[in-house]
């Protein structure tokens, strides 16, 4: 009886526990519906109401193609000046792009990296259709307005659920702890020579479970002999190692 209720809870995903005890009675295998439940309990199926439609993660993971997300974060330089950087990734290949850096991060500003966000797309912002991004007010309706001109629609995640923005939200701690954590800041400029460097690294170099351990921009090689000589080299002063095997 529990394998017959649970594959068809499993076969009918809008199908509640009274449902199943009712198709169970016309089996003739009456039971309560109320062992239903305990048996679909005890097995961690949930409700109806959460096993109908799909979760935020199946979400992003089936229309993933066709998904940006874009956040900021905040840089304190040793001189005790706070910086905003603002960064967006296509979700389905991990590519990042670091869209600006300023002190004043205001509204027009915002609208400014969205015009050079679609002109760095080019031929490629036909791919997406969605764009992902936080309750910010400096992200303004004339942010959104420019991005509707290339057919992307908005996405607001909601309020103080950062986890609703996962990805991007993960590089910026990857970023941090990798580098940022890691490394004094001296001033505006210096801010975006470091940020420049690892989001070369992170885009050509750095290996992603979700990608099969490949970089975004690079695919795995093919396989060499395993007696070569592996060299490594340092950027940004050793903060972050590259290693390539040689011939």
């Not at 001296?186 to 290996?207: D, G, K, Q, S």
Request: proline share 5%.
């Amino acid at each position: 009886m529990r394998e017959l209720v649970l594959r068809m809870a499993a076969e009918n995903a809008h199908w509640g526990y009274r449902r199943i005890a009712g198709e169970l009675a016309r089996l003739g295998r009456p039971v309560g519906a109320s062992t239903v439940w305990a048996i679909l309990r005890r097995a961690g199926v949930d409700p109806v109401p959460r096993r109908s439609g799909p979760t935020w993660a199946q979400f992003l993971r089936s229309q993933a193609s066709g998904i940006l997300a874009v956040d900021f974060f905040h840089v304190d330089t040793v001189l005790l000046r706070r910086l905003y950087c603002m960064v967006a990734m296509a979700i389905s290949t991990r590519q990042v792009h670091l869209m600006g850096v300023t002190t004043h991060p205001t509204g027009s500003w915002a609208i400014q990296q969205a015009r050079e966000l679609a002109m760095a797309l080019d031929d490629r912002v036909d791919r997406f259709r969605v764009l992902i991004r936080a309750r910010d007010a400096k992200f303004t309706d004339a942010f959104d307005a420019v991005l509707a001109s290339e057919t992307i629609q908005v996405l607001l995640i909601p309020v103080r659920a950062p986890r609703a923005n996962a990805y991007i939200e993960r590089w910026i701690g990857g970023c941090r702890r990798e580098l940022l954590d890691r490394t004094l800041i001296v001033n505006e400029r210096h801010l975006r020579n470091v940020l420049a460097t690892y989001e070369n690294h992170f885009n050509t170099h750095r290996p992603h479970r979700a990608l099969r351990q490949a970089a975004p921009l690079r695919p795995l090689p093919d396989p060499v002999d395993p007696d070569g000589k592996v060299i490594r080299r340092g950027l940004l002063g050793g903060v972050i190692h590259e290693y390539t095997q040689v011939a």
